[in-house]
Structure formats: C-alpha cells, structure tokens
C-alpha cells in the first residue's frame, strides 16, 4: 500500500494511477487521515440482466395524456 498526501497525489497523479493499475492500492490523506483510495477499475464480467422490476411497476393508461390544467399552466394548448 502506498500512501500520499493530497498534495503529492496532485502532483504525481498519472505515477499514483499506474501504480493502481499494477495492483497497488493507494491511500491518500489529508493532514494524516486518510481521505481516499485509489485502486484499478474493474469491470464487471458478468452481463447485465434485465427484467427485475416486471411486474412491479405499473404505468396508467393516461400517462401520455395532459391535463388541461396544467397545459394552460406552462401556456400549452
């Protein structure tokens, strides 16, 4: 683990990034406490699934339409 202050994170960013992106977690403090952690992005290997909220939301048959009150309130006619 390697830890930097804000300001040296500022200044040697692009060397902190490649460094996570080798695997090494970094700590960045702000006066001594540690405020962040920079690691490597990983992607999600498993595809996204749909479908979860079927059923579960229902949509009202006049959804589209406008009322006329609140047509004349935005001057739609």
């Known amino acids: 683990m390697v830890t930097s202050s804000v300001g040296e994170?500022?200044?040697q960013l692009?060397?902190?990034i490649?460094?996570?992106q080798q695997g090494e977690e970094v700590v960045?403090?702000?006066a001594g406490?540690?405020?962040a952690r920079l690691v490597a992005y990983q992607r999600e290997r498993t595809p996204r699934k749909g479908g979860q909220w079927h059923g579960r939301v229902h949509i009202a048959p006049d959804f589209?339409?406008?009322p006329p009150d609140i047509g004349?309130?935005?001057g739609v006619r």
């Open 33 to 35: 406490t540690p405020v």
């Open 28 to 30: 960045i403090e702000r």
């Open 64 to 66: 589209d339409e406008l």
């Open 9 to 11: 994170a500022q200044a």
């Open 14 to 16: 692009g060397g902190l």
């Open 18 to 20: 490649e460094l996570a």
């Open 72 to 74: 004349q309130a935005f």
